[in-house]
Structures are given as structure tokens and as C-alpha cells.
């Protein structure tokens, strides 16, 4: 299977033929903004860790209202797209799990795509059933789901690390085929900034991502990558390394520690760098609002 970027070009062709009167004035055109629109907007989520019983509930906390809130406040948002990376289902990704977040995320269903990644709580054929189609395109990564989103400004790749389900120590893999893949991705399409989302995070304690070493090797020396995002430690937190924003989005299901937020993150991505504003929905509600800046390397 070629690459498919032509499909996403001549996909949105299609519907611009349906009888929107539109003047593409740059040569690249997306299914965001239609043209050049100088920021994306995202709304980023993670570790749903969605049951498909609403009541179940953890440490306190009821994964199924958080995300149910959630959703409300990114719809009042309205960004362009919402990312969730990983950790999508309770424990063991039930398909029960995955038809209760697509019933939970229906009040979005026309107003914002929803773009996931696979965690270590995920069953991907489970999940592919509920949901078959992403936006963006699937990228020929053999065993995994990838996909690449382009928007006139930008490119957002999300990875899949998921290897094993439900297991202890929650590692995570790329594995050798994604991760030349990536590196010919990168090496193909440097003239846009590119952002990318996977679920692990990428230390090296046991339960991280276990080729995060290789997969660091091949994205900090591409300097049109931005920023990577992943979630999996529930903890919201940013690291820099060589001017790479490292960026581990909190949890939306719950936390592990009282004093971590449990929320989603706004974020407006320009050329320049991006703007996050942290939304909690449970956990402590010490940094809601909070802002950050983030600047691009060049
Ligand atoms: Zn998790």
C-alpha cells in the first residue's frame, strides 16, 4: 500500500465539489481550516480508561462521568480536532469498553473528529470494530495503527505502542517496523512542523516505552518535531530535550496521586509554538486554567 496523502487530497476535493464556493490559495489543502489557518486548535485527552459499565469506578473516581464531562467541555470548546492517546479502556479492552465511549463521545459526532492512539488497556482489533474509521489516514505500519493527519500548517502523526494488554510491568513497544517507518516518514516530509502522539511515556523505568531510546534517536534530531505527547503515567507534566517538548498529558479516567489533576489539555498549535490551558474535571483542581507557552525549536 503507497502512502496516502493523495487519497486525503483528492477525498477533500470531493467535498469541496459538493458546492461550497472555496479558492485554495496555497497548494496544499487539508480537511482543517479548508486553507491557511495559522493555529490548531486540539483538544488532548488520555487514559480514558472507559468501562463499559458507567458506575464502575476506581480510587474514587468514575472514568465514565469524567469522560462524560469531558466531552461536554471540549464540545463547548468546539476545537478542530480531539486527540486521546491511549488507554482508551478500563483494563482489558472490552468491546463493551469501546461501544461505551463511542456511545460517550456521540455529542461530538458532528462537530470535532476524534483521533486515538493505543495504550497498554487497549485491544486493537476491539477497538478498530468500534471504530473503524479515524480521521486522517492509516499509515502501511504492519500489526499497528498509525495514522497521519495533515493540516495546512502542521502534520500529526499518532504512533501505536500498544504490544501487550492489561499486563505487568505496562510496557510499551514501537517495535523495528514502525520505527523505520518513522524515521522514512520523517526524512520524507520535513517541510512542516510534525507533532507526534503515542500512549507510553518514554523514561526507562520497566512499564515506559521499551524502544524509547531508538524512537528519541530518530525524532530529536529532526528538528521540524516539534513536540511529542503521550500519556500513560497520569501525571501531567513537560520536559524539553534539545528544545523537543516532551509533553505527558494527565489522565482523564483518574488519577494515582491525590495531588495530580484529572483533566484534558487545550491546545492551540501555530508555527511558532502552542499555547496549553490545562481543564480538570476531577483530581485536584489546583492548576485549572493553568497556561503554559510552549516555542517551537527551529
Ligand atoms: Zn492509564
Redesign the pocket.
Known amino acids: 500500500m503507497p502512502y496516502l496523502y493523495p487519497l486525503n487530497r483528492r477525498r477533500f476535493l470531493k467535498v469541496m465539489a459538493g458546492g461550497v464556493a472555496a479558492v485554495m490559495v496555497t497548494g496544499f489543502v487539508s480537511p482543517f481550516g479548508g486553507g491557511r489557518k495559522e493555529v490548531f486548535r486540539l483538544a488532548l485527552m488520555?487514559?480514558t480508561?472507559v468501562p463499559e459499565d458507567p458506575e464502575n469506578a476506581y480510587r474514587g473516581f468514575f472514568p465514565y462521568r469524567n469522560l462524560r464531562e469531558g466531552v461536554r467541555q471540549v464540545r463547548e470548546a468546539a476545537p478542530d480536532l480531539l486527540v486521546v492517546t491511549g488507554?482508551l479502556a478500563r483494563l482489558e479492552g472490552h468491546p463493551g469498553d469501546y461501544r461505551t465511549m463511542r456511545d460517550l463521545l456521540v455529542p461530538l459526532a458532528s462537530k470535532v473528529p476524534v483521533a486515538m492512539a493505543l495504550?497498554n488497556?487497549d485491544v486493537r482489533e476491539n477497538f478498530l470494530k468500534a471504530f473503524p474509521d479515524g480521521p486522517g489516514d492509516r499509515m502501511p505500519v504492519r500489526g499497528k495503527y498509525v495514522l497521519v493527519i495533515e493540516h495546512p500548517m502542521m502534520r500529526l502523526v499518532l504512533l501505536d505502542s500498544l504490544v501487550f494488554t492489561n499486563l505487568a510491568p505496562a510496557l510499551g513497544l514501537l517495535g523495528k517496523a514502525q520505527r523505520e517507518w518513522l524515521e522514512g516518514f520523517l526524512r520524507d516530509h520535513t517541510d512542516k512542523p510534525v507533532f507526534l502522539f503515542l500512549h507510553h511515556t518514554l523514561d526507562d523505568s520497566d512499564g515506559s516505552l521499551a524502544d524509547a531510546d531508538r524512537f528519541l534517536r530518530i525524532v530529536t534530531p529532526s528538528r521540524h518535531v516539534k513536540a511529542v505527547f503521550y500519556?500513560?503515567s497520569?501525571v501531567y507534566s513537560i520536559q524539553q530535550q534539545e528544545g523537543l517538548h516532551l509533553v505527558n498529558l494527565p489522565?482523564m479516567?483518574y488519577n494515582f496521586r491525590e495531588k495530580d489533576p484529572v483533566g484534558w489539555v487545550e491546545a492551540g498549535l501555530s508555527a511558532r509554538g502552542a499555547r496549553l490551558t490545562l481543564h480538570t474535571v476531577a483530581g485536584s483542581h489546583a492548576r485549572n486554567g493553568e497556561e503554559i507557552q510552549l516555542n517551537w525549536r527551529n
Open positions: 488520555s487514559d480508561h488507554d495504550g488497556h500519556g500513560h497520569h489522565a479516567g
